[in-house]
């Protein structure tokens, strides 16, 4: 990892599993200061007690959550004395058919990836400008294409990356770079912390992790992509075609999304 990164204040949201931590990692290891939070105390404190104090910062902060992105964020310019670097990383899927959900699962959903990224931001934005930083959202291949049983899942990433976009033009003459990144597959939790049609942790997944990219890999290319100021990200070649094939044969893209999700008219999950 380049020189890039030291002594900047990067916060991650959601930096205890998946591609938050492998970000976390390689950030303490490039000697930035990090600031990271989630939900879950004991997932925070293993992370805390594996790295110096001084360069981590970790918090019991639910994005969904205001006044936690609000204490989250003022207390790491307390710490560090401001922000260089936000990721909105914290993020969540969900595995329901909108006509068995409860429209709770998609609001659930739309106020951790969307919302949480929102107030995070917000809190952010005046130390982000003074640093002339940047503003990333990890956003998702579904940001781009609907899938079934993940409604709540798209919309949220949709809504992120149009946000993105429209700040982005607010911010032009300030410095501040706004960038979002698009994983394809990657191995992580996502999948089993997964909300069903109950607003439960779906626990299970019928696919392969064993194939996918590991998150190592993504926190790898999203730091380069944060480091080059790129306006976006694509990641995986599956990724890739999806946005390709979903921009120029939407029709295709369609019947290659159902036959993908649905087996045996069963929702893949
Ligand atoms: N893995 C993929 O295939 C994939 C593909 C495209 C995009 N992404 C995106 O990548 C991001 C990271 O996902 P991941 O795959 O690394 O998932 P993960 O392994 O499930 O990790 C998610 C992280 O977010 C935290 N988190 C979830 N809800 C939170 C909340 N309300 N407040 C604070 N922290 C919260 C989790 O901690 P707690 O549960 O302890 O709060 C955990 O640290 C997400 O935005 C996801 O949409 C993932």
Known sequence: MSAYFKNKVVVVTGGTDG???????????????????????????????????????????????ENDCRRFIEVTIKMFGGIDILINNAGISMRALLKDASPDVIKKVMEINFFGAVYCTKFA????????????????????RGLPGRSGYSASKFALQGWLESIKIELKDSGVHVMWVCPGFIASNIRKASL???LKSHGDTTMDEGKMMSAEEC??????????KKRTLVLTATGFQTIFLNKFFPKLADRLVYKFYFKNGELVK
């Open 125 to 144: 934005l005046d130390s982000i400008i003074e640093r002339k930083g940047t503003i990333a959202g990890v956003s998702s291949i579904a940001g781009y």
């Open 19 to 65: 591609i938050g931590k492998a970000l976390v990692e390689n950030l303490l290891q490039a000697g930035a200061k990090v600031a990271t939070c989630g939900r879950d105390h004991d997932k925070l404190y293993r992370i805390q007690s594996s790295y110096p104090s001084a360069f981590l910062h970790t918090m019991l902060a639910d994005v969904s959550n």
């Open 219 to 228: 926190a790898g290319h999203i730091l380069r992509a944060v480091e080059k």
């Open 196 to 198: 069903n049609k109950d």
